[in-house]
């Protein structure tokens, strides 16, 4: 599938290219395909290429001199492109503990919905959902998929302090807070593990186009994740993908 | 090493921030008036990279237990060392024991000290900039100790020749190009926020600067997009706020205006209640 793409000069040394602005599984596809062939183009250079739901900001470490030379390069890179890039994603499996010490909004957020508890997080843990970039806070996964059936506004007065760990959702995203912040999300559980760590070469594990499940644990194996986190004991698991 | 008597209001170690973690969402970072750091810099034959001290309205209070040079550009704090005035944007001989301070802001909001060879504190994902999530702190604070290597090779007459070019300090106008959402606009709207003159709101920070007055009409939000330091987003109520460089990664605000990075650089010599103009420039 070929887009129509709009490309931008953003700043002295940036380019965006945009898709249209929809939130779609085959669009981070081919986002995510062109990207590699961006990085893989200019492998020798310092260039930093960011995605997110519908565009690619192209950051180069200098002064763009010559920028129709670049945009004809760009554009070349995505005319001559195929899916050669495209490999299947990995699933990890997130655990979630949602006892009401953790999911502070668990109890707030069933009376909202009209649901039980057990329901919340049965649909909730169904669904397979897809990462299509990391932004907000480092770490912080952008995910897609929620069922329509959990879809709740944000909060008007924004939390200041939710917990790192918070798994939360606002209007129809869900996400983990990998970072103590400010937050409008309702929180209805917390996950024990380390989404973001500057002491690893990549500081997080799980990248766009990776797949994510939240399995519900207990909080006595919440605790135990979390103290094998604490001593660099613990390694987020990933399912195998048979589809 | 220097032993921080007072830290100041808001002191940080800053570098040219950091570059290849945007995919994690990691800010940018790096000295938010980037030219005044890196004359600082140059003064004293460093790196651009070196990190430096960033200082910010009120200096800090600093003993050098080792002999060095340094150097101070930006914002024009009064700095003294051991209580005697000395000159900005040039090389200072520090002595064993010597302690710097700094008194009235004169021009300007942000200073940047460097020293031979740079501070040494730990670098993460390839910088030592301070930013919160990342590196232990976001800021220096009283009793911390700084690393530094000392230096006693004084050489006066080095980079005696560059000259810091002031327009950062006392311009009010900022350059700026069309931001990716700037045709959402109708013309008179943008007709209106080109010709408008802006103050700075109480609201500014290393991550941002709102911009007074309010606009009568904003615009929708955006499917979350790529932000930079220097976008100027435009919010449903129709306030403008100026990214900073420890601005997130991602935005949903509709991004009407990219500062170039020398307007970045005299936003961030701004403080409340100062006026700005902005002046549409063409790549």
Redesign the interface.
Known sequence: MAFNLKY?????S?I?I?WP???DENLLKDILNYKKYIENYYIKQ?V????????L?I?Y?VTIDN?NDRLKELKALYRNRNNIYFTKPVIWNIPVCYDTEFGVDLDAFVQEKKLSKSEVISIYSDVIYTVY????????L?LGGLDNRLFLDRKTTPNLNVKKGSVAIGGQQTGIYP?DSPGGWHVIGNSPIQL?N?KQN???II??GDKVKFSPVDKLEHKNILDKVNTSNYQIKSISNND | MIKVIKSGFYTSIQDCGR?????????TSGSMDSYSSQFANAVLGNFDKSAVLEITMTGPKLQFLRPTIIAISGADMSPALNDKPIKINSIITVRENDVLSFGRLRLGLRAYIAIKGGFLSNK??GSRSMYK??TSTNRISNKDDLAYNSYLDVQKALNANIKYDKSILETDTLEV?KG?EFDRLTKEMQTQILNSNFNVSKLNNRMAYQLEPLFKNGLKQ?????V?P?TVQLTPSGRLIVLMRDC???GGYPRIL?L??KAINILSQKTEGNCLKIRLKE?
């Open positions: 931008f000069r953003y700043n002295e940036s965006l945009e602005a929809v939130i310092k930093e290429v960011i995605n997110s739901y519908s565009s900001l950051k470490n920028i970039f990391i932004g907000f806070l480092p770490g912080f952008y970072q973001f500057t990549t500081p997080c990248k766009a | 570059f290849g973690y945007g995919v994690y969402g990691v800010p993460v994902l999530g990342i190009f990716p955006i499917l979350t997009s790529p930079l220097g997130q990664t991602t990219q170039s990075n790549f």
